[in-house]
């Protein structure tokens, strides 16, 4: 009991500080600790300011906090990466970069605290913390000689701003007489603090805007792009490939909506007047470099086809249709005097490689059997939205993103599976993987309520490369029934279906299932993503009133 009221009273003396000039008492103390994590805060600040302000210098993406975040992604097992994808959604990068700023300015209070007593310790936390930053830039793949520059400014400007704030707290004013409050200026304290806060938001406000600003060459260059009309233009989508049905997928997917997955937390801006592409490797009988314009000068392709990530669990987001035009890949290929393995070509994968690093590897064999497979450059009608590639990005049917869809495309490589692993690879994923037969029920929702009687359940299912044959549904572990296909436009797209259930009152679970071309069936074996794509039949459960 005695140590409670202890506390008490001490918090009431607390209360009453201003009448009791004796030095610095509890009060004092606590608001020098609290003004030493306000250092620490003030000191993150200013480095995150001065580093963005010099990242505008150097490139946004070596900015410390996007550059700890890529080598974060880049050290991410295959299980947290799909974990992160799946709660967090295209979320996942804000999340992981608001988890970085929390973490450091968790340890900029403790820098700032340990600063009030071991002022060179603070500042060498400081120094430690640039250090990473600077690491991380240094690590990436598509690092550049200058990355680590703007996380050695930010660390020194934090390391000055920590010494003179800590300084300001420890040194007591000489007096005779003790003062009121804490023993240290007052004054001086919040004049320093004031101006770090605003010089430091001045940093970060005018490096952002300069760094908004360097991506004003790119979009430039994307908004004087004219598409040619293809050679080869795709036929019209069949009228019958829309079902009306409300809440299904719409056929093509509106660039503003399709899914985007990618690792960069900066989407890249590429200039494509200054854009190249160059072809190399084994059995390429002569280096090729591509300008933009060479490739806008070809004869172009455009075709439906319908993209999926790995990552997509059964029934989820991450696959969306759209109408790509551009240069066919085997044609370059060939030119390059590439041949497929089976015609005794040395090389067997197809690396491509972006301006941010990626590594995506293909089969050369698919890309030469005769698919559309294509280097694309426009996307529903218009250049590449920079989100999904711009200026050039890989598309290639029926095989998932990963192992297909590099964006922002800088480099084509020919080597072999056995010499080079792609960067999924290496963390976990297959070497190969083809997109597996998958259906999706779009409407009714989960846990929606209808009422009794005539219900449209309708969605869509894809099979890329070899078509869908028959979508089934069964309620509640019944018979299955056959649901009416949408007209088919290619077999490299996904098709709408609809079947009208007679919806009894009660809780029901409607499950799909779709058979390709090939005969084959979707099993209901249920399998995570990694290594190569989820596998079980989307299920939804219905309350029916
Ligand atoms: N440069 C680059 N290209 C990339 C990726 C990436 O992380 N970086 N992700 C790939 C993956 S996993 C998929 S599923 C597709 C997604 O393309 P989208 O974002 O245009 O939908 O892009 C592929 N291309
Ligand atoms: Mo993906």
Request: contains cysteine; positive net charge.
């Amino acid at each position: 009991m005695t140590g409670v009221t202890g506390q008490q009273r001490s918090s009431t003396d607390g209360g009453r500080e201003s009448r009791r000039p004796r030095g610095p008492g509890r009060a004092g103390r606590v608001l020098r600790l609290l003004l030493g994590a306000l250092s620490g805060l003030l000191a993150a600040a200013a480095s995150l300011g001065v580093a963005e302000l010099v990242s505008a210098a150097v490139r946004p993406e070596a900015s410390p906090v996007v550059a700890v975040g890529g080598a974060v992604i880049d050290r991410t097992p295959a299980s947290v990466k799909d974990y992160a994808v799946r709660h967090f959604g295209t979320d996942d990068k804000l999340v992981l970069q608001l988890g970085i700023v929390a973490l450091l300015g968790l340890f900029a209070v403790l820098l700032g605290v340990t600063a009030l007593r071991f002022r060179r310790a603070g500042c060498a936390g400081v120094l430690v913390f640039g250090g990473v930053g600077a690491v991380a830039a240094w690590s990436r793949p598509e690092r550049q000689g200058l990355d680590v520059l703007p996380s050695v400014a930010g660390a020194l400007a934090g390391v000055a701003v920590l010494w003179v704030l800590s300084g300001r707290l420890a040194a007591a004013p000489p007096a005779a007489v003790p003062a009121p409050g804490p023993a240290f200026d007052r004054r001086r304290f919040v004049v320093a603090a004031t101006a770090t806060a605003a010089a430091s938001a001045a940093a970060g406000v005018l490096g952002r805007a300069l760094n908004a600003r360097s991506g004003a060459a790119a979009a430039a260059s994307r908004t004087a792009v004219v598409l040619p009309r293809p050679a080869s233009a795709a036929a019209p989508v069949p009228r019958g490939a829309h079902l009306a049905v409300p809440g299904v997928s719409p056929f093509l997917t509106p660039s503003g909506s399709f899914y985007r997955v990618d690792t960069a937390l900066v989407v890249p801006k590429v200039d494509a007047t200054t854009w190249r592409l160059r072809l190399h490797g084994l059995g390429v009988a002569r280096e090729l470099t591509y300008t933009y314009q060479d490739l806008l000068n070809r004869p172009l392709i455009e075709r439906d086809i319908t993209l999926t990530c790995v990552s997509n669990e059964v029934g989820g987001p991450y696959v969306g249709n759209a109408r790509w035009i551009g240069v066919r890949l085997a044609d370059l290929l060939r030119e390059a005097g590439v041949r497929a393995p089976s015609r005794g070509g040395p090389a067997d994968q197809l690396v491509a490689r972006s301006v941010d690093g990626m590594t995506i590897g293909s089969p050369v064999e698919t890309v030469l059997d005769g698919r559309d497979a294509m280097l694309a450059l426009g996307m529903n009608g218009r250049p590449l939205p920079f989100a999904h590639g711009f200026p050039v990005r890989v598309v290639i049917p029926g095989l998932y993103g990963y192992v297909s869809a590099c964006k922002w495309l800088s480099e084509l490589e020919l080597t072999t599976f056995d010499a080079f692993d792609a960067y999924w690879v290496r963390r976990s994923w297959s070497r190969q993987a083809p997109v597996k037969t998958e259906s999706r029920i779009d409407t009714p929702k989960p846990f929606a309520t209808p009422r009794a009687g005539r219900v449209a359940v309708a969605g869509v299912a894809w099979a890329q490369h070899r078509g869908i044959d028959r979508v089934e549904l069964r309620v509640d572990a019944g018979p299955w029934h056959t649901a009416r296909l949408a007209a088919e436009d290619t077999a490299d797209t996904w098709r709408q279906w609809v079947w009208t259930w007679d919806a009894t009152p009660g809780t029901h679970r409607i499950e799909v299932r779709a058979t390709d071309r090939d005969g084959h069936t979707q099993t209901d074996e249920r399998a995570g993503t990694v290594p190569d794509g989820a596998t079980g039949w989307h299920s939804v459960v219905v309350d029916v009133t």
